[in-house]
């Protein structure tokens, strides 16, 4: 989904359509079967955990700002008819709960069973990162697809910093909700008027840089000073609990 800005036109206009014409229901599929199979399993301990609200505020300090921005552009451009605007929000928010539940939840939460915790971070933003490139199935842009695949993986470690740091899933599901809503609002306007065909642009090529900034503060989130304030996860969660 758009866990980054949309890199083509023809890949907003596409996406948007997809997520603005009606409720995804694969998407919500995908969150009923993962509700199933942690129910079924009697998985509790993946990161539905209660949160600090200011610090978690404090935490999100930088992806606010993105988020502050999208918001100011989204007040300029004016809101898409109510339609549109009621399926965008119903289907991101389902893309959060699916995404988060899945790669921060599940995928990380097994991977820390068995891997130390640098190791479980990467495979599990890589993997995040990569199936974005799937998108190419449906746009049939296979390089917008992979600089957005790069970008997913940036976007994701922030996510997983988040997650880590302040030992809770609820957070990050809300952030990735809002991180999808806000460019496809913005994306209603821009991809009105463009040609689905239009060849990806020069400038298209730096779109991952827009979420290096994200990358960085992620790793300086995850840095041993930073882990050290949040040890009690540990006994919590199970998230530090090989090492890293």
């Known amino acids: 989904m758009a866990t980054s800005v949309q890199i083509t036109a023809g890949d907003q206009r596409s ?20 509700a199933a199979i942690l129910v079924s399993f009697r998985w509790t301990d993946i990161g539905f955990e209660p949160f600090q609200i200011a610090s978690t505020l404090r935490l999100m300090w930088l992806p606010l700002l993105y988020l502050i921005t999208f918001s100011g552009i989204v007040i300029v451009l004016g809101l898409p008819p109510l339609q549109k605007l009621v399926f965008i929000v119903i289907n991101t928010i389902f893309v959060g ?15 820390r069973s068995r891997f130390r915790f640098w190791p479980s971070i990467w495979l599990s933003c890589g993997l995040f990162g990569l199936i974005h490139v799937l998108n190419a199935v449906q746009t049939g842009n296979w ?3 992979t600089l957005q695949a790069i970008a997913a993986f940036q976007t994701g470690l922030i996510l997983m910093a988040l997650r880590v740091r302040t030992g809770s899933l609820y957070p990050v599901i809300m952030l990735h909700a809002v991180w999808d809503c806000l460019p496809l609002l913005i994306a209603t306007h821009v991809a009105n008027g463009v040609n689905q065909d239009q060849p ?35 006994s919590r969660c199970g998230l530090l609990g090989r090492g890293a």
Do not use: C, D
């Open 15 to 34: 996406v948007v359509q997809l997520v603005s014409q009606g409720v995804v229901w694969p998407i919500v599929m995908a969150v009923l079967f993962l």
């Open 143 to 145: 390089t917008a697809s």
């Open 200 to 234: 990806l642009p020069a400038y298209a090529y730096l779109a991952p840089l827009f979420v290096t900034p994200n990358f960085l503060y992620a790793l300086y989130l995850l840095r041993a000073k930073g882990l050290a304030k949040v040890r009690h996860v540990e």
């Open 97 to 111: 709960i699916s995404e988060e539940v899945m790669f921060r939840g599940i995928l990380f939460s097994g991977l």
